[in-house]
């Protein structure tokens, strides 16, 4: 019969990730990771080993504040390049219409042409500048 108890514990996701790194360096599991990580703990805390006093939360509190910088940053990077997108968008529509009014200048295209392709591109406009304002 094994002299062992099963324990569990909630750890923050920075914190199982360098268990898992660990244990892979040590060719361990992590349930044997985690057991040694706990008697290494146990041992400083119990000795004199510890010169100065420490209070520590786990690193959850750290952990979750980086975790949080984390999501904000991939947030605002995904917000950039959705704002990059939008903006070309814009670009191109613009550029498409300067082309447009400059070939009927200078084509004198006909007028049920000119109607039926200028709906379409400022229907084209306008959801290019409001999509790149509300992005």
């Known amino acids: 019969m094994s002299d062992k108890t099963m324990v569990s514990a909630k750890m923050g996701n920075r914190t199982v990730e360098r268990l898992e790194d660990y244990a ?6 992590r349930s044997q990771a985690t057991e040694r990580m706990a008697k290494q703990g146990l ?15 786990g690193g959850t509190r750290i952990e979750n504040t980086l975790n949080q910088a984390q999501e904000t940053l991939e947030n605002q990077s995904e ?3 959705e704002q990059k997108t939008a903006q070309t968008q814009l670009s191109l529509t613009l550029t498409l219409a300067i082309l447009w009014l400059g070939a009927h200048i200078l084509f004198s295209v006909g007028s ?7 709906v379409l ?6 959801y290019s500048y409001y999509h790149y304002v509300w992005v």
């Open 24 to 29: 892979e360096r040590e060719g361990i599991s």
């Open 121 to 126: 591109l400022i229907a084209g406009l306008v």
């Open 79 to 81: 917000r950039i390049e």
């Open 43 to 57: 041992d400083v805390e119990e000795s004199d080993m510890r010169l100065v006093p420490i209070k520590t939360d």
């Open 112 to 118: 049920l042409v000119s109607i039926g392709t200028g």
